[in-house]
């Protein structure tokens, strides 16, 4: 048995994008950029991908190009806009602490460069202000980049009143909204934004494709220099079964949005009230604006690591946050951006769902992990030192 609860690291691929991607693996197997017949089928099916994907984000075909991934349509979209803004003189750019390390780390290169970072901070809930985020617009910002919705902690941020504010600044807005597609109602134009990430992955497609959404007027430069695809923004064969598949997956999961969501949110409510029961644990971020698949919380007391191996060992696929920041000591920046501590931010531990999982998953995920966090408590010398007064509790 396998309870897969790890949806925003990546999810299984829908019946669906498989079938749509295997001809394209199979017989239509030609080069788009190709004159012949062959070439001509893939890049009919290239232009009815990105026109399918367009509509369901509110883009129009022209203003979407393909890449590897969220990662890289994050680089591209802020190393643009920092060109861009260079060129007028313009080297700040504004962003918040709990990004995504292809937004994090694209802005530290950036610093490298000479620019100047605002990290905006967030809320204990997760949540940025958009005052905050005003408040530290200046003359010479050339970006501000928002993530729509958190990856680890699942907060929707106010990207639609962040867009709005800095179209009546003239600043431009970049999204990574790769958590966010598929799941809850983007649209490019209503919320205001000017470049955005999606990624397929993470909405029941397949690895290695994404997509930068540049409005009409947000120049692109290129990372990939080479051939002319991508109207010669991003070089190199089209990899036409992944857009394809990209295409199938978000057009399936835009038309389910609203039963999903429902279906999520319900076992999402019910996994967090089981858990909440646990002594000494804490949800992380707001329990109203979050993502309808996703649960994390802080134990007390818990190593966050042996909490992830005992889980696996009973059939649970979880995340302790980022899948990025697995194998690395430090806790999750997101975690020490709410204000959690080191001790209690390495005990964390992310749940998130899909629309297969199934109610009985979910009452057998509670009692696993009461079990096991009661476990690891029972042999931990901190836990002893808690209870016997040693040590005062921080969660309480
Ligand atoms: C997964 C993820 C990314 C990276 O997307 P890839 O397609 O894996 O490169 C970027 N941002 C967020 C918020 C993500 O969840």
Known sequence: MQIYLDNAATTKMSKTAIAAMLPYLDVVYGNPSSLHSAGQAAAEALADARARIAACIGAAPNEIYF??????ADNQAILSAAKNGARKGKKHVVSTSIEHHAVLHTLKKLQKEGFEVTLVPVGENGIVNVN??????REDTCLVTVMYANNEIGTIQPVREIGALCREKGIPFHTDAVQAVGHLPVHVQ?????????????????KGVGVLYARKGFLLSNLIEGGAQERGKRAGTENIPAIVGCAAALEEACSHMAENAKKLSALRDKLIDGLAQIPHSVLNGDREHRLPGNVNFCFEGIEGE?????????????SSGSACT???????????????VHDIAHGSLRLSLS???????????IQAV???????????PVW?????GKREFIIK
């Not at 629309?355 to 995920?365: K, R, V």
């Open 326 to 340: 697995s194998g690395s000591l430090d806790p999750s920046h997101v975690l020490l951006a709410i204000g959690r």
């Open 384 to 388: 002893r030192d808690l209870l016997n």
């Open 306 to 318: 042996s909490l992830l191996l005992l889980l696996d060992d009973k059939g649970i696929c979880a």
């Open 190 to 206: 209503a919320d205001n934004i000017d470049a955005l990430s999606l990624s397929a992955h993470k909405f029941h497609g397949p």
């Open 67 to 72: 890449t590897s991934g969220g990662s890289e």
């Open 370 to 380: 009461k079990e096991v966090v009661e476990y690891l408590r029972g042999i931990s």
């Open 355 to 365: 629309e297969e999982n199934t109610e009985a998953e979910i009452e057998y995920t």
């Open 132 to 137: 905050d985020v005003k408040n530290a617009l």
